[in-house]
Each structure stands twice: as C-alpha cells, then as structure tokens.
C-alpha cells in the first residue's frame, strides 16, 4: 500500500495540468495494439479539434506507462488522480460486477448484437458507477471477438481438457472450468512470456492484440469462436464533468459519441485482416503474417457458446452481481429481453 500511494503521489505530480483546461488522460496499454495506436491516441493529442472545446487539451498517459495497474481504474478515477480514464472492463469488474453484464460469455456473438447490448444496459452500468464511483461512463466499445491461441494441438473446445488457459475475467473462467481447462487470470503485458515459458497453454484475446503482441510467435493454433467481444469503455470523473458547462459537455459527450462509433467500426476491420495475419492468409494490411493454424469451430462448440448465457455465464455473474448489487440481475434481464423484443 505504501508503494501504491509513494506511486500514486509521484503520478499526481505528473499529471497536473499546466491549466484547468487540461485533461488527465489515461489511456490503453500501448501493447494492445492498433486501436490505442491508430484511433484513440490520435482522439486525445487533437483533443480541442476532436470535440470542438477549443483551447481544452489533453495529457494522454497510456496505463502500462503509469505504473498504474488496469485493476485499479475505477478507484483512480474516483479519487480523481485522473480526468479521464479509458476503462478495462473486464479488468476492473472485480470491483464492479455489473459491469461484467454487457459481455457475459456468449452473450455477443458478433458486433451487431454487442451494440444492441451496450445500448440497452450501458445506462444501468453508467448509474452504478456514478453511485459508487463517482464516474460517468462516456462511452462503450469493443476490442472485437475474443477467441483462442494455444501451442498445444487442439481441435476444439473439448481439447482444452487438462490445459492451463490465460482468462481476463471471472465470467470466462467459468466458461473455462466448465470445457474441463484451468483458467489463469494473467495481464495482458505478461501473456506472450507466459505462453514462451509454459506458464499456460492456451490464451484468450482478439486476433489484432495477439498480433501485435506476438502471440502467434509462441503459440501454433487458433480457434476463432467468439467468446466475447471484449467491451471497454470511457469514463469521466463526475466532479470534473460537473464542472463543464452544459454546452461544454453536450460537445465532450459528442465527441465521445464519434470516437466510440470510429472504434466499433475500426474493430470489425481488424478483426478480419488480423486473422488472415495470423494464419498467413490475404489479404493481410494491419498486421506482420504467421502461419497459425486455423481450427475451425466444430457444430458442438458453436452451442456450447452458444447457450452459454443461460446455463453458465449468466447464472454464475448473477450471484455475484446481486451479492453487491442486489436486483443487478433482474435489471440485467428486462434490458436484456426489452432489447431482445425490439
């Protein structure tokens, strides 16, 4: 604790502003990849053009430069060590499980239905947050469909019996335990030496991330089932968004809107051409070539993902969503079913 607040005070001294009109800007790790690199940083070094708040700035800091860990977003931007925070959300549902609500495993088997699902519960997730947080969700988007690298022979879902697979939240370690593997909570950073050195055997994440971590250097198959689409988010602490005025946040919010639909889009991209790259397929323009081998899904992991909402992603988040947040499920379901009827 005393490193944690030696560090947290040595970043407060960084990041203060040269004038109120600066943001504190924490960004996504440099190591995922294109969509940090190519359209959020961009977003934030043309903040004022960006969203149309001249003379606003932003000093953007990547989290893996910080010192921060992405655990800990949600208490940073609470206590206001940073404006604005683009959050993992995954990473930081341990200390929020509702929001593990807008990617339950299986729940978003392609980009379409992960927008309708962001839309009907990302209101749910913004006022808990605002609650408990004191932080206002600015915005949703996906890394893209999580799927599986490992070195091992596999030929499908079954195969990861007796296999150590790196997982990033608690909902896809159920998902894990229940095909028979070990799950292994490990950042993101660490992934690539872990599968170099044995640590796991397999790993989840989007074909673009993998590539640009090297992923398929140490790896020699992949399986590409959605099993997430990896939502990730923007959030703003309330006593800085308080602050603006109403004309001021109708632009920030709008410039938001235009970043998060930029990605959404950006992401869809990716994902197609990062997975001719690892396969060594073309056409291949965003990322370096290899020669995964692609494991096409079988008919029976297609419905084991596929009913995996009911009969073990959902009832496994909403234990421990309503433990914390009681009615997080109920919540959940008329979003979800109200969404489902439109």
């Not at 088997?109 to 006022?127: H, K, L, N, Q, S």
């Not at 197609?272 to 290899?290: M, S």
């Not at 009913?307 to 914390?324: K, L, Q, R």
């Amino acid at each position: 604790m005393i490193r944690t607040l030696a560090c947290a005070a040595t970043l407060t001294a960084l990041a203060i502003p040269a004038g109120a009109e600066t943001f504190r800007v924490m960004g996504q790790p440099v190591a995922t990849g294109l969509i940090q690199k190519n359209v959020e940083q961009p977003f934030f070094e043309n903040f004022a053009a960006e969203t149309g708040l001249d003379g606003f700035s932003a000093d953007y800091q990547p989290v893996d430069v910080t010192g921060i860990k992405d655990t800990e977003q949600l208490r940073i931007l609470k206590g206001g060590l940073f404006d604005i925070v683009s959050l993992r959300l995954s990473q930081v549902s341990r200390d929020e499980p509702t929001i593990l609500g807008l990617d339950l495993v299986g729940l978003n088997p392609d980009y379409a239905t992960g927008r309708e699902t962001v839309e009907a519960f990302a209101p749910i997730v913004d006022a808990r947050l605002q609650e408990r947080f004191n932080t206002k969700l600015l915005g949703v988007w996906p890394f893209g469909p999580q799927v599986l690298f490992c070195e091992p022979e596999i030929g499908s879902l079954a195969d990861l019996k007796g296999l150590k697979v790196r997982v990033y939240d608690q909902n896809l370690a159920e998902f894990v335990s229940l095909v028979g593997g070990t799950p292994v909570p490990i950042g993101f950073p660490e992934v690539q030496q872990s599968l170099a050195r044995g640590v796991v055997d397999c790993a989840i994440t989007g074909p673009s991330s993998a590539n640009s971590a090297g992923w398929p250097e140490v790896t020699s198959y992949t399986l590409p089932i959605a099993f997430q689409l990896a939502m990730n988010g923007y959030g703003i602490n309330l006593d800085t968004w308080n602050k603006l005025s109403p004309d001021e946040q109708e632009k920030l919010q709008a410039g938001f809107d235009k970043l998060t639909d930029k990605i959404w889009s950006y992401s869809e991209e990716l994902f197609v051409d990062a997975v001719n790259c690892n396969t060594g397929a073309e056409p291949c323009e965003t990322g370096t070539k290899y020669d995964l081998v692609l494991v096409e899904p079988t008919d029976a992991d297609k419905e084991l993902v596929g009913t995996a909402v009911p009969n073990v992603s959902f009832p496994a988040w909403a234990e421990v969503c309503d433990a914390t947040n009681p009615g997080c499920s109920d919540a959940w379901t008329k979003a979800v079913t109200a969404k489902d009827s439109m």
